[in-house]
């Protein structure tokens, strides 16, 4: 079964309110709450098409499209494609972009709740303490993977060395089939993986 994205969800809910399907009908066919159809309609309401249609296959939570609607057009456009090369569609990160946003390219209201100068600030560098949090994990994963391919590397071309040696192969077909079949699948696994 494939479920539905949210932005998926809500178009399709939102058309049928447009062809004249009662909202309460919506909500009995689908068991859900009015209210819930209700904010469905309302969910792609504010934002812009061409970040809508980026989002509409991904699995982004309603809240997100909410903090979105808090921007301007072309701001949600290029937070939408942030998004999307970053494969992070939360709220969080959403929060993030919205709180990195210079103030002519939020929404007027979005400019009026934003609220005190200094608690923005605090989460700014709240937010840029995490980023470099997470860059330096990156690194630490990119350099541990590394070190890992290279001992997978030489473990396999081991490994095939001793496969490829008449004794040891007859010995293993003999005493060991399954763990034998297993090692060959390794090798072959390990050596059609790009490098």
Known sequence: MNRLTAGQDARMIAQAVRRGVSQE?????LGVDERTVKAKVKLLKDI???????????????ATYEILKRLKPLRQLEA???????????SAFA?????????????????NRSGDADV??????????EIAS????????EER??????????????VSGL?????VHNWLTRMAPRQLANLHEVVAVVGQRPR
Do not use: W
Not at 25 to 29: D, L, N, S, T
């Open 25 to 29: 009908r919506i909500a009995a066919v």
């Open 48 to 62: 812009c098409p061409d970040a809508a249609a980026l989002l509409a296959d991904r699995n982004c939570p309603a």
């Open 80 to 90: 939408a494609e942030l998004m999307c090369s970053q494969s992070n569609f939360s």
């Open 95 to 111: 929060r993030a972009i919205k709180l990195a946003t210079p103030p002519e390219q939020l929404m007027p209201s979005a400019t």
């Open 120 to 129: 923005a600030q605090e989460q700014m560098d709240r937010l840029e303490r």
């Open 134 to 141: 997470l860059q330096a994990k990156l690194t630490d994963v």
């Open 145 to 158: 993977y590394g070190l890992e391919h290279l001992h997978l590397a030489v473990s396999v071309s081991y």
């Open 163 to 167: 496969l490829q040696n008449t004794s």
